[in-house]
């Protein structure tokens, strides 16, 4: 691996959707996994062409319900029956179907905070600053361009031989990304 100091990556556009979906294909089975695509719509299977299939959110969505739970029902415990009891009609002090309303619903706020909060963290955001955003072409990624940026943390990433490799894949142009 080079040292590429003040370099992000190499960044290739492509003439269209097809392309830039056999490109990722490539790149990933060269090996490359420090990737990304940037497209204006999304491209069905273009995730799974980059490598990306596994993701973290479900098992941390789990993990914020179950916890939810777990703090909406020990609440109630600790006030009725730890803090505070009150013996109403000889009903039992941990009377928990009457409980089942509040511990639902702080199964669900805890669950879709995670699953947001999860995403934003999980995503690196919020990011005000890419280094793409130093390439005057990368605009057009919100209206008709196809791009696909391989970053120089990446392994294999060698300046020369990537940017070779890139300009096989028949891009319109493979552009240096400036730190």
């Not at 415990?77 to 013996?87: E, M, T």
Request: aromatic share 12%; charged share 15%.
């Amino acid at each position: 691996m080079e040292n590429n100091p003040g370099l992000y990556g190499l960044l290739a556009e492509f003439e269209n959707p097809k392309a830039l979906l056999q490109a990722a294909r490539s790149v990933h089975e060269a090996g490359y996994t420090r990737i990304d695509a940037y497209s204006p719509f999304p491209i069905e299977g273009l995730s799974d062409a980059m490598g990306f299939r596994r993701t973290r959110m479900p098992l941390l969505i789990l993990i914020g319900g179950v916890t939810g739970a777990l703090c909406g029902f020990g609440l109630q415990y600790y006030c009725a029956v730890l803090s505070y009891p009150i013996n109403v009609a000889g009903r039992p002090l941990n009377s928990w179907p009457s409980w089942i309303p509040v511990t639902f619903e702080m199964t669900i706020l805890l669950a879709s905070l995670t699953a947001v909060f999860g995403l934003l963290a999980l995503c690196g955001l919020p990011m005000p600053y890419h280094p793409l955003f130093n390439v005057p072409r990368f605009s057009r990624a919100t209206r008709d361009g196809f791009f696909l940026c391989i970053e120089s943390l990446d392994p294999r990433f060698e300046r020369t031989a990537t940017r070779d490799f890139l300009a096989g894949l028949n891009p319109r142009e493979v552009l240096e990304v400036p730190q």
